[in-house]
């Protein structure tokens, strides 16, 4: 696998996403390169380092898992 990409949506709002595009000029991200996550604000140019995602074992019991948490969030929010 080369490269890999997830986008987490609420209606028609990208929320963030992650994915294995290399940026070795950017230190803040060697930690986990290439897998990172871009986030807002600055969604296209904000990216953090995203240890959760590997090319080595499963990446979506962890997509599940904070997709799940903001689910929860959200409903926290809204007093459901």
């Known amino acids: 696998m080369a490269k890999v990409e997830y986008e987490v ?3 028609n709002k990208k929320l963030y996403w992650y994915d294995s595009q290399p940026h070795p000029s950017d230190p803040a991200l060697q930690s986990t390169a ?3 996550k871009h ?3 600055g969604i296209k140019h904000h990216r953090i380092p995203a240890p959760e995602m590997s090319f080595t074992k499963p990446n979506f ?3 599940i898992h904070e997709i799940e948490a903001l689910i929860n969030e959200i409903k926290g ?3 459901e």
């Open 77 to 79: 929010q809204s007093g």
């Open 9 to 11: 949506w609420r209606g």
């Open 39 to 41: 986030i807002h604000p």
């Open 34 to 36: 290439p897998h990172h």
């Open 61 to 63: 019991p962890a997509l």
